[in-house]
């Protein structure tokens, strides 16, 4: 069992930036990942940012360049760095750990991009 707690979400404004945590506490995880869900979608989570346990990264390609995933296994922390933010990005952000068989998620952190 894992338990994913998020943090960090917001109202900023386009072209700022969040630092977005998730603590994460219980058994072994072998991918940590940033999943999110914008208004009017409520059946479509969109993969946003991945890390594996040896580091490895994957992005969507609308916010490479952008976004970084990045955690600490001391603290077993994962955070998801979101700079030059855009309305687009507007979104429910969920904390997502995968061991299989087994996908755990977090609560969910509301993001809001707007002037």
């Known amino acids: 069992q894992v338990q994913l707690v998020e943090s960090g979400g917001g109202l900023v404004q386009p072209g700022g930036s969040l630092r977005l945590s998730c603590a994460a506490s219980g058994s072994i995880v072998s991918i940590y990942a940033w999943y999110r869900q914008a208004p009017g979608k409520q059946r479509e989570r969109e993969l946003v940012?991945?890390?594996?346990?040896?580091?490895?990264?994957n992005y969507a390609d609308s916010v490479k360049g952008r976004f970084t995933i990045s955690r600490d296994v001391a603290k077993n922390m994962v955070y998801l760095q979101m700079n030059s933010l855009k309305p687009e990005d507007t979104a429910v952000y969920y904390c997502n750990a995968q061991h299989a068989p087994y996908d755990y998620w977090g609560q969910g952190t509301q993001v809001t991009v707007s002037s």
């Open positions: 940012a991945g890390i594996t346990r040896g580091g490895s990264t």
